[in-house]
């Protein structure tokens, strides 16, 4: 049922798609690289799987692969930025990398993204940071799919946040999370599977706790990380929020129910307050606070100590963020990149449809 | 068993304790206040019920009552602040201010602490932005109670979070956080009415699932927010590491396991890697991003939004975080404070030491 590609040849397969939708070769490689992350490091609905919805985007003009990018507010520390529509894989490294000139001047940066899309997983644009001795956040709001605490109406995406920091001879921590208590990917696994989902994770459209995973297509929604108020999904319904606030809220962007859906099929909604959907990204140098050398130093010893901490019986061993991640990269470099059949079927299509060729391993 | 007090009686009391502990007026009066916000809203645990600890903690010369409190290393928007071992409730606004004037500056503030206490509420550090129309951000670390994903031993605080937002007619939108299923305050309660913990917020020495509140004394573990794995607790324990990075290895302060106890009785960990335990603070200029009207103009309606949304079956409505906080300090500025009666004999006694009246309400 899988089919396992290079990374190199999907890569080239999905810079070509995007320079067919008109991107620039600087775009289509810049797009590629970020969406391709998410399938090396196992994040496998936010990678390739993705692209055709990324065509029908911009089929259906809402997404922009010519954008004027550009800075419309600033401070020595601070940006906002119109995305014009681009796709967010090419808004959001334009952004980033004004977070971290702005770090390099004046310690740290700040820049909140409007009239973006979605820009692949946070991770790949907060890792960016860590090459100049930085800490790299980033940050996204999401099409509502969440129920914040009480409600029954969904108002909140899964709107992930990361957070990655250097360390010395021991690899960065990287903490790459949805605010929901299982990522949507997580869901649509068992929705494919047809298992049923733990307690805590979705509920129905009455608010009541569901495990039949196919629960959102019937006006269920998917829970903040807690669960339920007893398990404190009032703390994951406020950093939700807290991300909606500050990608969207300080950007200009769409925020909570209003923002715009990632299917091209689904209606925009209606009296959308901002434009497009919002971004936030940081960028904080290390060196801004103390020597770089002595924190790597503390980072190498604090990783050390939880890495090796006694587990529970059963388990190796204590992860440190972004461990999974970081192995299945250096696996899926060497082994290759494996796709549903059905996500290979559906790039074959697209590459017959523009003309380009994806070459399998095997 | 409760006794009721009026705020002002508890903040003259507690102002006289500190000035009796050897701090100055300003600093007594800092100190208090930021202690009782705690009390006002509603966060008990924290307030004038630590009072007797930070004495103990003064009289052990682990709290310093005339610190030096200076900035070891800065740029136009962060700081290092050494609280030379002061009381946090005195360390973190003088941290605070600093973050605020750089963000007027350069847009936004972002400070580290070392070598400080126990802080009272985060919720208090970060609100101080909001009169200046910036959004605030303040968390700390605190000693090890929470056992990481996997792991038996306790390695981290209950890393609190809080992040304040103005708005405009609206009240400030204001998440304070503990990264755990459950503040350790709760637990407290639960171990007070020998009632059983709900299941996700602790684990038993050998990291099985507990619901013994007091299990904590005999090697048992608070739970990072998710409570297990199925239920995403890797992302409660990512958030409480990311706190403990910010705030002490950024700064220099102890972290994980060598974060010094706040009972005064405790040994202190050996080979510290640092100095006392770390704060973070941080603070953005809401123009430093868009025109502070609009931003405040669509926060309300992100508010408004959310508090109407349809709930589910039994419960009032949506609450917006920092309205149940915000109720509770409005009701008891105007009918007093209750304090449990082992607190406010406890406070008596404390009154006897020093020579200071406390006057109860009735």
Chains 1, 2 share one sequence.
Not at 63 to 68: D, G, L, R, S, V
Not at 119 to 124: E, K, P, Q, V
Not at 162 to 168: D, L
Not at 279 to 303: C, P, S, T, V, Y
């Amino acid at each position: 049922m899988e089919q396992v590609f290079e990374y190199g040849a999907i890569l080239s397969f999905t810079e070509n798609i995007f320079k067919e939708m008109g991107c620039s070769e600087t775009d289509a490689a810049t797009a590629a690289k970020a969406l391709l992350s998410a399938d090396l490091r196992g994040i496998d609905s936010h990678g390739v799987a993705r692209l055709s919805g990324y065509v029908r985007l911009w089929e259906a003009k809402r997404a922009n692969t010519k954008p004027h990018i550009r800075v419309i507010h600033e401070t020595p520390s601070t940006a906002v930025v119109d995305g014009d529509s681009g796709l967010g894989l090419v808004v959001a490294p334009f952004a980033m990398q004004i977070a971290i000139d702005k770090a390099k001047n004046v310690g740290t940066g700040w820049v909140s993204v409007q009239h973006s899309n979605h820009f692949g997983i946070a991770g790949y644009h907060a890792m960016k940071a860590l090459e100049h001795d930085m800490i790299g956040i980033a940050m996204t709001n999401a099409s509502a799919l969440v129920a914040p605490t009480f409600s029954i109406e969904r108002l909140l995406g899964t709107n992930p946040i990361c957070v990655a920091i250097p360390a010395g001879e021991e690899p960065a921590f990287v903490a790459d999370l949805a605010t929901t208590t299982a990522a949507n990917g997580k869901l649509e696994i068992l929705q494919r599977k047809n298992s049923t989902a733990p307690t805590g994770w979705i509920q129905d459209k009455y608010g009541k706790p569901a495990t039949n995973p196919h629960e959102l297509k019937s006006g269920g929604a998917l829970l903040p990380l807690g669960g339920d108020r007893e398990h404190g999904s009032h703390k994951g319904y406020a950093l939700a929020a807290v991300v909606d606030i500050f990608s969207a809220v300080l950007s200009g962007a769409n925020y909570g129910p209003w923002v715009p859906p990632f299917p091209a099929y689904v209606p925009m909604p209606e009296n959308m307050p901002g434009k497009g959907i919002g971004h936030f990204f940081g960028a904080m140098r290390i060196d801004a606070f103390r020597e770089a050398l002595d924190f790597k130093k503390n980072m190498d010893q604090w990783i050390r100590r939880f890495r090796s901490a006694k587990t529970v019986e059963g388990e190796e061993r204590v992860l440190i963020p972004g461990d999974p991640e970081r192995e299945m990269e250096k696996e899926r470099m060497i082994n290759g990149i494996p796709l549903l059949q059905a996500v290979a079927d559906d790039l074959k299509n697209l590459g017959e449809k523009f003309g380009v060729e994806l070459i399998s391993h095997v």
